[in-house]
Antibody, heavy 120, light 107 residues
Framework: QVQLVQPGVEVKKPGASVKVSCKAS????????FAWVRQAPGQGLEWMGW????????NYAQKFQGRVTMTTDTSTTTAYMELRSLRSDDTAVYYC?????????????WGQGTLVTVSS | MVLRQSPGTLSLSPGGRATLSCRAS???????LAWYQQKPGQAPRLLIY???LRATGIPDRFSGSGSGTDFTLTISRLEPEDFAVYYC?????????FGQGTRLEIK
């Protein structure tokens, strides 16, 4: 069965970086890309970008351009999302979701989410 | 592309019928519109994709319809576990976007 496993919590100080992992299993890793979606407390879903697992091509939301980097490691079947220069309003649950081969589409499988808290 | 969901909150009783709306600011390419259900503390769950196709394991009381700019999620015969927040997503036009959500609460 498809599983996407994320760490539960990350606590960071303003100005720091966070790198969230998403360990995938149960399917052929290179056949699907990943999307990253975040959700601030009490708010809706916000797409951050996506990455293809077969060639590493990325597409980032304009809001995060220059501050986010998404990567995949086929040897460990893990996707990563790094967000730099963290601010308090980056406090949110960060989800990875399995996308289609091209990194887009609807998202049938999701990780359980990583709560990133940014606080001094 | 902006997706506007209405109503913001819908109060209904179990056994009732829910109609949720998602309106796009421009036509959604190929009707690539999905609906998700989210319960507190959980990740979203895909219900509908391609505007009207049920995802694997989704009960047939959930149905999606619409095209172009106007889409609807209908839940017939509400069960207690259906009370949650629902989001629409369009993935036909880049960048993909989500609606702000509709909260379905027990009356």
């Amino acid at each position: 069965q498809v599983q996407l496993v994320q760490p539960g919590v990350e606590v960071k100080k303003p100005g720091a970086s966070v790198k969230v992992s998403c360990k995938a299993s149960g399917y052929t890793f290179s056949n699907h890309g990943f999307a990253w979606v975040r959700q601030a407390p009490g708010q809706g879903l916000e797409w951050m970008g996506w990455i293809r697992s077969d060639n590493g091509n990325t597409n980032y939301a304009q809001k995060f351009q220059g501050r986010v980097t998404m990567t995949t490691d086929t040897s460990t079947t893990t996707a990563y999302m790094e967000l730099r220069s963290l601010r308090s309003d980056d406090t949110a649950v960060y989800y990875c979701a399995r996308a289609n081969r091209y990194g887009s589409g609807s998202f049938e499988f999701w990780g359980q989410g990583t709560l990133v808290t940014v606080s001094s | 592309m902006v997706l506007r969901q209405s109503p913001g909150t819908l109060s209904l009783s179990p056994g009732g019928r829910a109609t949720l709306s998602c309106r796009a600011s421009q036509s959604v390419s190929s009707n690539y519109l999905a609906w998700y259900q989210q319960k507190p503390g959980q990740a979203p769950r895909l219900l509908i994709y391609g505007a009207s196709l049920r995802a694997t394991g989704i009960p047939d009381r959930f149905s999606g319809s619409g095209s172009g700019t106007d889409f609807t999620l209908t839940i017939s015969r509400l069960e207690p576990e259906d009370f949650a927040v629902y989001y629409c997503q369009q993935y036909g036009n880049s960048p993909t976007t989500f609606g702000q959500g509709t909260r379905l609460e027990i009356k």
